[in-house]
């Protein structure tokens, strides 16, 4: 009989330096990235020898965030193999040593509902004090941005399963600057055990755009989490910002994810929240006169001028083209440019509304993208002939340039 999972601990060992973001000189495609305000810098990766934690300090060199904040953390390996799929599932505790112990998460579905509400209104919390909705919504979005649909395995085929978390993920050029993500939520999967890295992720993203006064989500829990880095998806599989036909690029990322061209421009408008930093993805201002004071860490180029606000302002920005202070990039601006995309562009820009429920349901649709869910019908945390009204979003402090 295998002796009991709490009794297993892993040894941590320095990690080696991630490479920065590969820069515009170096490569013609830059990938999508949103950015958020400097955060100490906590990085912690997996291998398949075992789990590596080494803590840096942002006071000296520049936060990685990227979303940004254009939207993998602390990782952990996977224990013996002669475990079941299901008891490999675990979590990473801290002691103040700086050793890690797993501890496997409780058998039957594969996150429990209670601790999901909990870790939601913990997140709420978090948004609250950090302004990190942007760095949250893209931590879901390139764990779930993997899925391929013509690959029937799970998890070969990729999509929300946790992968994100593994130091081979998080290396991805997509992925720069989103340990900062995983740094900002790691308290909250150490304090709930029992809710999977795949669901936490989704539920921080899905709550990021709720709590920015955007539409409520869908949303439906109990995803499985990948056990090892050998279950991470290649690298690039996730969009680009500059492809040389980026009309192309993007029905070629997200029709293989099974979406259709409405869903491509809905999913866009998420860049109504956050900001892009050149010295992360290549792309954008150092400062604006949006952003030179925050909120959070000051810096980086906004699609729109309040950047926390959820709203259908990406759209109608883009359509004006007056404020060279406002970011848009080659897949953007083909949203107005592609006769197909075109028509539901035009329509979010008059119609908050028809965006608000368009990208609700795409939303959804791609938190789901390849994930296996336990129950297989999935878990449901809110009763929707019970909910509320949400309250009227209050946007932070922007910067103007008018002080």
Known sequence: MAEPLSQMKLLLKPPPTIPSP?????????????????????????????????????????????????LKSLAFSPLSSHFSRHQRRSVINASSSGEFSTVAS??????????????????????????????????????????NKNIEEWPQRGGANGSLRFEVELKHAAN???????????????????VTYADLFQLASATAIEEAGGPKIPMKYGRVDVSGPNECPEEGRLPDAGPPSPAGHLRDVFYRMG?????????????????????????????????????GAPGGQSWTVQWLKFDNSYFTDIKAKKDE?????????VLFEDPSFKVYAEKYAEDQETFFKDYAEAHAELSNLGAKFDPPEGIVLDDASKQTAPEKFVAAKYSTGKD
């Open 22 to 70: 590969v820069s515009p000189s170096q490569s013609q495609h830059k990938p999508m990235a949103l950015s958020l305000g400097t955060v100490a810098s906590s990085r912690i990766f997996a291998s398949s020898s075992g789990a590596r934690l080494s803590l840096r300090s942002s006071s000296s060199s520049p936060s990685l965030l990227s979303f940004s904040s254009s």
């Open 106 to 147: 409780p058998k039957g579905a594969a996150s429990d509902p209670e601790q999901l509400k909990s870790a939601r209104e913990d997140i709420k919390e978090l948004l609250k004090s950090k302004f990190c909705h942007p760095i949250l919504v893209r931590l879901g979005w390139h764990d779930a941005g993997t899925y």
């Open 176 to 194: 720069a600057g989103l340990v900062n993500a995983l740094e900002l939520i790691q308290p909250i999967k150490d304090k709930y055990s029992g």
């Open 259 to 295: 979406l259709n061209d409405k869903e491509i421009v809905a999913l866009s408008g998420a860049h109504t929240l956050g900001r892009s930093r050149p010295e992360r993805s290549g792309w954008g201002k150092p400062e604006t006169k949006y952003t030179k004071d925050g909120p």
């Open 325 to 333: 202070d406002l970011l848009v990039l080659p897949t953007d601006a």
